[in-house]
Nanobody, 124 residues
């Protein structure tokens, strides 16, 4: 497993931007698919975005496609989530996660390592 620590959340107005970072410990970071999930109050945790170990393949939920961008820097053991054109419905705790493998589409059950979560609040 890898240890994950997120940073970069906060409060932003609708239409604004934030960038989340997730620093991973361990030498096997580059072997992992990395993902971002989020959970709003009284809602289930949902998939946001994921990126393959090489960065060549990315996956996005329809709700964030075109607004969010996931990227990774394997030399820095870090994955990023750039969030633009934020909406109040993006308000949630955002979690970074790592998986050794996924099937056709990322699912929370595929990810064995999770960060502590980082609050993102978008005001209207």
């Amino acid at each position: 497993q890898v240890q994950l620590v997120e940073s970069g959340g906060g409060l932003v107005q609708a239409g604004g931007s934030l960038r989340l970072s997730c620093a991973a410990s361990g030498r096997t970071f580059s072997n992992h698919v990395m993902g971002w999930f989020r959970q709003a109050p009284a809602k289930e945790r949902e998939f946001v975005a994921a990126i393959s170990w090489s960065g060549s393949k990315t996956y996005y939920a329809d709700s964030v496609k075109g607004r969010f961008t996931i990227s990774r820097d394997n030399a820095k053991n870090t994955v990023y989530l750039q969030m633009n054109s934020l909406k109040p419905e993006d308000t949630a705790v955002y979690y970074c996660a790592a998986a050794t493998a996924i099937n056709m589409w990322p699912r929370a059950a595929d990810f064995g390592s999770w960060g502590q979560g980082n609050q993102v609040t978008v005001s209207s």
